[in-house]
């Protein structure tokens, strides 16, 4: 493995560096520290705005830079005191399963880490803890990381490790923002300030710019002046919450839907499973239907792809060849004649797939995930895989009859036996501006795309009614009608009706 790779190496570009330096507030007499000098960046950095007093450690000595005090030794062992006013950098970020034997070895003796975290921990969660450790009273902390472990189950105790001695000052959040070569991932610049007396609001920027971005760009940020990003204080984070950057005034509203829901959640009621995969959907799907034969007809079935969906509703299906008993080649080409001209074609293309470790025909769809639970004569909910939510407002949960089936790119919702609302009701829920709101917030997401395979869909928070509440069960009803009038009529303000309805379910007690 490469020492890049190894140790996790991505050197902050120039304008970032100056950025993070003028979030520091304390005069120039500081002490401070750069965990993981890199080439030194940080340390060149703060030189030149006048700091004197800086030590670094790199454990890749090929790249350390002699001009600057830089300890060539693993910052996770180095034996140091708590006198630090600013620590500054940008910690390696390398998954578990990912460190070199002699960099876990390290971890497992090192107090904090034994104490703090576990084997689903990356090793940026080491720099970050430890730093905060070694921070003077009212020291402060700078750092660039990738944004996950805000919100992880399993940085939990990183984050109360913080909390607990201190506060968190500042954030910068980008969004899609690209800051480092080829890494897709979202990154936050924090400020935390390690001081147990004050417990003041957090200053929030979001920045939304998919742009590369340049010094202007963070001038503004920087001057609050941005365009392309919004600006709020929340309050301070609290022991054992997960840190979401959103304004007071939704994270309320997100918190009235959960507390209605009663740590109930979409898993519990629902089975959900991803899409069947051809392996190559031009080929199977039907060029004329007219001319097939009654075998034909019904060895075909109606297929749903992602950008069919609308909420509620659905565009255009589309009549995919599906052959629902094995054959061979031979019956293949005399009893199904037109499908096997149409899969001619494409002979080759359908030999060369994917076969998921089985003897593949060319007449077979690749991948039947789910079938059985296709196949049902059941209503079901599908939604796309993925789903960008800038300029959207809710997402795209189509009702859907049975017999329709999803490709790969669709997940579907089944009601599961014991599931008393209608689905109607369960659409309604997912399509409302409180799920929309939930998932932007709490969902599994990269930039801004929003994840919905099976966990995640699992996890949202679910409203379940109970049916011998006359209230309830006319909101239910009420919540129904309006989606069948949506069917038919397709008048959007028929949502707002429904977000309504949700909003007086979630105030009986
Ligand atoms: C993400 S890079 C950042 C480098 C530099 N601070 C910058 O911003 O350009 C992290 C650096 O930490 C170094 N590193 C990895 N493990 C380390 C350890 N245990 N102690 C000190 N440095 C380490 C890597 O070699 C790499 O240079």
């Not at 001057?223 to 984070?237: E, G, H, L, R, V």
């Not at 507390?259 to 039907?286: E, H, P, Y």
């Amino acid at each position: 493995m490469g020492e890049k790779n190894k140790y996790g190496q991505y050197m902050t570009p120039n304008i970032i560096a100056d950025f993070m330096c003028t979030l520091v507030e304390h005069d120039k007499t500081a002490v401070c520290l750069e965990p993981s000098a890199g080439k030194g960046i940080f340390l060149s950095k703060l030189e030149k705005v006048g700091f004197r007093n800086i030590l670094g450690f790199e454990i890749d000595e090929t790249i350390i830079n002699p001009n600057y005090n830089i300890r060539n030794e693993s910052f996770v062992t180095s034996n140091l005191t708590p006198i630090y006013d600013v620590i500054i950098g940008n910690p390696p970020y390398i998954r578990w399963k990912n460190l070199e034997t002699d960099l876990k070895k390290e971890l497992e003796n090192s107090v904090l880490w034994k104490n703090y975290c576990n084997s689903l921990c990356d090793y940026s969660s080491i720099f970050i803890l430890k730093s905060a450790y070694l921070l003077k009273e009212k020291g402060e902390l700078i750092f660039i990381t990738p944004d996950y472990w805000f919100t992880t189950t399993h940085a939990k105790n990183v984050r109360n490790y913080l909390i607990e001695n201190g506060y968190i000052k500042e954030i910068y959040h980008f969004n899609e923002t690209p800051i480092f070569d080829k890494v897709k991932v979202s990154f936050v610049i924090f400020k935390y300030v390690k001081d147990t007396a004050k417990n003041p609001n957090i200053s929030v920027t979001k920045y939304l710019s998919k742009q590369k971005i340049t010094e202007q760009d963070l001038t503004e940020i920087k001057n609050k002046t941005s365009a392309d990003a919004s600006f709020f204080d929340i309050p301070q984070f609290k022991k054992d919450e997960k840190w979401i950057l959103v304004p007071n005034k939704d994270k309320s509203e997100i918190e009235k839907y959960e507390t209605a829901c009663n740590t109930n959640t979409f898993g519990d009621f629902c089975r959900i499973g991803n899409g069947m995969v051809s392996g190559l959907d031009k080929a199977f799907q039907i060029k004329n239907e007219s001319l097939l034969n009654e075998k034909e007809n019904k060895n075909s079935i109606n297929v749903l792809k992602a950008k069919d969906l609308n909420s509620i509703s659905f565009g255009k299906t589309t009549k995919y060849i599906f052959l629902k008993q094995e054959t061979d080649e031979k019956n293949f080409q005399s009893e199904y004649p037109n499908f096997s001209e149409q899969l001619a074609e494409y002979k080759t293309k359908l030999k060369n797939r994917y076969s998921y470790g089985k003897d593949l025909k060319y007449w077979e769809w690749a991948f039947l995930r789910n079938f059985n639970l296709f196949k049902t004569e059941k209503e079901r909910i599908f939604c796309p895989c993925k789903e960008r939510i800038t300029k959207r407002q809710r997402f795209r949960f189509s009702v859907v009859p049975p017999e329709y089936f999803p490709t790969q790119d669709v997940t579907a919702l089944f009601k599961k036996e014991e599931t008393k609302e209608d689905i109607r009701y369960i659409a309604a829920l997912l399509n409302s501006k409180f799920v929309f709101k939930w998932l932007s917030n709490k969902g599994t997401r990269k930039g801004d795309i929003i994840e919905f395979s099976e966990k995640p869909i699992s996890s949202i928070p679910y409203r379940k009614i109970n049916f011998s509440n006359k209230k309830e069960v006319q909101l239910h009803d009420k919540i129904v009608s309006l989606v069948n009038n949506y069917s038919t009529c397709h008048e959007e303000t028929i949502f707002q009706n429904i977000d309504e309805c949700f909003e007086q379910l979630f105030i009986i007690k």
